[in-house]
T-cell receptor
Framework: DTEVTQTPKHLVMGMTNKKSLKCEQHMGHRAMYWYKQKAKKPPELMFVYSYEKLSINESVPSRFSPECPNSSLLNLHLHALQPEDSALYLC?????????????FGPGTRLTVT | DAKTTQPPSMDCAEGRAANLPCNHSTISGNEYVYWYRQIHSQGPQYIIHGLKNNETNEMASLIITEDRKSSTLILPHATLRDTAVYYCIVRYTGFQKLVFGTGTRLLVSP
């Protein structure tokens, strides 16, 4: 199983809402990532978890809060978002940060903030 | 991470080889060249990577020049399903960050 799953596929939320994006992998990977992709732009890294610990935060605003409850799951909690946060949110995983291994991406959650 | 330069778009006839160039003139000795692609509305997909030797897998071939300042991704027999944005990325070994450039939009036509 080389699949990264993300739920929901689409999400529409108001600026005062609280919602969460979920990502799951069962490949035994120990590194997991969140990326943000605006329309017609390349993906941009937001967070990296390595062995369930946050290892990279690319200066992401605190209205985005990542969580890694276990080695297979990665959540992104959203609160008080702005319309400019509307984007495709991609999750990825890789085997081990020490190796030159590839990242496997999920299909993404398309988020619209109204 | 070293920066990469790719043409914004390329066309290829179905069944022909697609040769996608990438310039990475500031690459350092420990940086690998990675290629990913992103088909419309999907997550990026890993294709291939290499350090200095040419590499081939079931999807593509990667040709890296001897001075490592540029590389070419070759899709030997392009199909309509290969229409995608192709990203060339240089990455320090063991470093988790993938820094995507603007990529090349490849259009494969019948």
């Amino acid at each position: 199983d080389t699949e990264v799953t993300q739920t929901p596929k689409h999400l529409v939320m108001g600026m005062t809402n609280k919602k969460s994006l979920k990502c799951e992998q069962h490949m035994g990977h120990r590194a997991m990532y969140w990326y943000k992709q605006k329309a017609k732009k390349p993906p941009e890294l937001m967070f990296v978890y390595s062995y369930e610990k946050l290892s990279i935060n690319e200066s992401v605003p605190s209205r985005f809060s990542p969580e890694c409850p276990n080695s297979s799951l990665l959540n992104l909690h959203l609160h008080a978002l702005q319309p400019e946060d509307s984007a495709l949110y991609l999750c990825a995983s890789s085997q081990d940060r020490a190796l030159q291994d590839e990242q496997y991406f999920g299909p993404g959650t398309r988020l619209t903030v109204t | 991470d070293a920066k990469t330069t790719q043409p914004p778009s390329m066309d290829c006839a179905e069944g022909r080889a697609a040769n996608l160039p990438c310039n990475h003139s500031t690459i350092s000795g420990n940086e690998y060249v990675y290629w990913y692609r992103q088909i419309h509305s999907q997550g990026p997909q890993y294709i291939i990577h290499g350090l200095k030797n040419n590499e081939t897998n079931e999807m593509a071939s990667l040709i890296i020049t001897e001075d490592r300042k540029s590389s070419t991704l070759i899709l030997p027999h392009a199909t309509l399903r290969d229409t995608a944005v192709y990203y060339c990325i240089v990455r320090y070994t063991g470093f988790q960050k993938l820094v995507f450039g603007t990529g090349t939009r490849l259009l494969v036509s019948p």
